[in-house]
């Protein structure tokens, strides 16, 4: 079935640690994004991307990298220099050059610092 | 700027109401919009998309009507059920290039049995 992979489910940090948040499509999507969930607040953007090698940091990327190296895979690094990083974090993708862009989420992952 | 704005925030219903989500945004010149639903701890389900030149999508009990010039689009939910109990979303692409999308805050509705 297409859809969108988000591993793991639930994750654990440790404080000054780097986590990696994995994220695959197989919808043939160009567009990918990730986005940041708290309790009674919408999604903030953090970093999109339009095609392979190619990002844009959103609104709140700083503390946060990615890689676009296949179309495919958007995997999100949280550093050390996130100072809250525990949140539920949400990946996206579209087609956004279509006026029928549907976007299509993963389930989430859960970041908790220790 | 576009912004996209959802009311009520809160939504408590018995079973079997008919009812009305709202979502309004400030510019007119959006490509489509799309409605998701959000159960606690997941992610986002996507339950309609409606092109700028369509009025109304129907899926199932579900129907979604959008009139630009008055920048507003509902979800209507037709004999609501418990298990509709969600936070519902609204998003536009943003004008102009349809890069990102720009998000209500949500409605959270609840159906009681």
């Known amino acids: 079935d297409g859809g969108i992979t988000q591993s793991p489910k639930y994750l654990f940090r440790k404080e000054g640690q780097n986590v990696t948040l994995s994220c695959e499509q197989n919808?043939?999507?160009?567009?990918m994004y990730w986005y940041r969930q708290d309790p009674g607040q919408g999604l903030r953007l953090i970093y999109y991307?339009?095609?392979?090698?190619?990002?844009q940091k959103g609104d709140i990327a700083e503390g946060y990298s990615v890689s676009r190296e296949k179309k495919e895979s958007f995997p999100l690094t949280v550093t050390s220099a996130q100072k809250n990083p525990t949140a539920f974090y949400l990946c996206?993708?579209?087609?956004?050059?279509?006026?029928?862009?549907?976007?299509?989420f993963g389930q989430g992952t859960r970041l908790t610092v220790v | 700027k576009q912004e996209v704005t959802q009311i009520p925030a809160a939504l408590s219903v018995p079973e079997g109401e008919n009812l009305v989500l709202n979502c309004s945004f400030t510019d007119s010149a959006i490509y489509n919009l799309q409605w998701f639903r959000q159960d606690p701890g997941k992610g986002l389900t996507s339950l309609l998309l409606i092109q700028s030149s369509q009025r109304e999508q129907t899926s199932g009990r579900l129907n979604a009507s959008l009139d630009k010039s008055s920048g507003r689009s509902t979800l209507y939910i037709a004999a609501s059920q418990p298990g509709d109990s969600a936070t519902y979303l609204c998003?536009?692409?943003?004008?102009?290039?349809?890069?990102?999308?720009?998000w209500g805050l949500g409605t959270s509705l609840a159906v009681n049995p």
């Open positions: 996206a993708s579209r087609n956004p050059g279509h006026l029928n862009s549907e976007a299509f």
């Open positions: 998003a536009v692409p943003n004008a102009g290039n349809n890069r990102k999308l720009i």
């Open positions: 991307s339009q095609i392979v090698n190619d990002f």
């Open positions: 919808l043939n999507h160009d567009a």
